[in-house]
C-alpha cells in the first residue's frame, strides 16, 4: 500500500471531482484517508503534479505510466490533462520502447487520428494492462499542515502553493 500525503484544499480547489469529494458532506469529508483501488500511484503522482503546478512536464510522461495518467487524467475529469497525454503520444515515439505485448494494445502512431479515438483507446487499454494495481490510499490535510508538507513536495519540485 502506497501513501501520498496532500492538501485537501489544494485538490478541491483545482479539481472538480476532489471538491465534491472532499467538501459536500461525502463520507470522505470527514476522513482523513481516501483510497482510490482503481488509480495506480504511477498515475495519481501525475495527477497531483498536474493539481499542484498546474502543468506535467513532457519528461514525467513515460512509457511505464501513460496509460495510468490517461485514465486517472479521466477518472478526475482533468481534460486538459487528458489533452496533453495525447498530444504527447502524438508527438513523441514512445511506440519503439513499449514492450510487445503493450504494443499490441496501444494505438499506432497512423491509428492516432482524433482525440475521441485515442481516449477511448487508452481507457480500454488501462483495463487490459493494468493486473493488480497497488492500493493507494491519499491522506489529506488541512492548508495549516501544508508547511510541514512543504519540504517532501518540494524535493520532488513541486510547490504545494502555486
Known amino acids: 500500500e502506497k501513501k501520498l500525503h496532500v492538501c485537501r484544499a489544494i485538490l478541491a480547489a483545482r479539481s472538480e471531482v476532489f471538491d465534491k469529494l472532499l467538501y459536500n458532506g461525502m463520507k470522505e469529508t470527514y476522513e482523513n484517508q481516501i483510497s482510490f483501488p482503481k488509480i495506480n500511484s504511477a498515475g495519481m503522482e501525475i495527477i497531483l503534479e ?3 503546478t ?3 512536464k513532457k ?3 513515460t512509457k511505464d505510466n501513460l496509460i495510468e495518467a490517461f485514465f486517472a487524467a479521466h477518472y478526475f475529469q482533468l481534460s486538459d490533462l487528458q489533452d496533453f497525454i495525447i ?3 502524438k508527438s513523441t515515439n514512445f511506440v519503439k520502447d513499449y514492450s510487445p505485448e503493450l504494443l499490441t ?3 499506432t502512431l497512423e491509428q492516432i487520428e482524433n482525440s475521441i479515438e485515442v ?3 487508452l481507457l480500454i487499454d488501462h483495463q487490459k494492462v493494468t493486473k493488480e494495481l497497488e492500493p493507494l490510499v491519499l491522506t489529506l490535510h488541512f492548508m495549516s499542515q501544508v508547511s ?3 519540504p517532501s513536495w518540494s524535493a520532488h519540485g ?3 502553493c502555486p
Open 54 to 56: 498546474g502543468s506535467v
Open 119 to 121: 481516449e477511448n483507446k
Open 148 to 150: 510541514r508538507l512543504y
Open 50 to 52: 498536474y493539481i499542484y
Open 105 to 107: 494494445k496501444l494505438p
Open 158 to 160: 513541486f510547490n504545494p
Open 87 to 89: 498530444k504527447t503520444i
Open 59 to 61: 519528461e514525467s510522461l
